[in-house]
């Protein structure tokens, strides 16, 4: 009887063990990884669009958006709820994800703007 009820224990610790790993959706994280990148994206075009009509030139606005991607990081888990782990399966998804896609947009809308506001 004691060889029983070990081999219950031990089932019931895989059983705990089982539970405490996260389970996520395969859709509601590609859904979650597309907001996260669509935000990014638009707060790039966003902040070129600002860094170009404010006159940044130079290492001047390539500080502004990394400001820009620090401030929609932040903004990102705030709307989380602080409680990442629930949405996504790491912290670097929401802090690193389409950092370098974004560069590119702000990039181009910075230029852009910095055209048509200050030569043109």
């Known amino acids: 009887m004691a060889g029983h009820s070990d ?6 610790k895989s059983n705990e063990a089982m539970n405490d790993v996260p389970v996520f959706s395969a859709e509601n994280m590609q859904n979650n990884m597309k907001v996260i990148y669509y935000s ?6 966003i902040g070129g669009v600002i860094a170009g009509i ?3 030139t130079g290492f001047m606005g390539f500080v502004f958006y ?5 401030i929609t990081s932040i903004g990102l888990i705030a709307r989380a709820k602080f409680s990442v782990h629930s949405y996504v399966d790491s912290w670097n998804r929401i802090i690193l994800d389409g950092f370098m896609g974004g560069l590119m947009s702000f990039v181009l809308f910075w230029t852009f703007a910095y055209d048509i506001v200050h030569i043109f």
């Open 7 to 12: 081999s219950s224990s031990s089932e019931k």
């Open 40 to 45: 990014r994206t638009f707060m790039s075009i």
């Open 54 to 56: 404010l006159g940044f």
């Open 66 to 70: 990394f400001l820009v991607m620090t």
